[in-house]
């Protein structure tokens, strides 16, 4: 069970880092959603940058007010008619002002020349 940032960074993202892992995140909020893709190329309790050829993701934590895990199964109902990638796992994050992201490790792995393009 994860429910703190601290959690999500010592159980998923620093093995998301250490694994080049592709990660897709999904931010939604009260009329818009945006999709970023790539590999974590910083992380902290505090917050995550996502880099990948062509984007990139800052997201802080600081106005989080829920984390959940949750396997393939469980993913967010928006995001289970995507079937481009499979993924390993998700974590959803709730913000104070009702904004959502899910940071899903998919099955993929990014070429190490893409992340080291990104740092």
Not at 36 to 47: I, K
Request: proline residues 3%; negative net charge; glycine residues 8%.
């Amino acid at each position: 069970m994860i429910s703190s940032a601290e959690e999500v960074f010592e159980i998923l993202l620093k093995k998301w880092k250490d694994e080049q892992s592709l990660i897709v995140a999904v931010l939604t909020g009260a009329d818009w959603v945006a999709n970023v893709m790539g590999a974590v190329s910083e992380c902290s309790a505090e917050a995550v940058q996502l880099g990948g050829p062509i984007t990139g993701l800052m997201l802080s934590f600081g106005s989080a007010t829920r984390f959940e895990y949750e396997d393939p199964r469980e993913a967010p109902e928006w995001l289970r008619g995507d079937t481009e990638f499979k993924y390993v796992c998700c974590v959803g994050i709730t913000f104070s002002d009702g904004r959502r992201c899910a940071l899903c490790e998919t099955t993929e792995h990014l070429p190490i020349q893409n992340i080291e393009a990104t740092s």
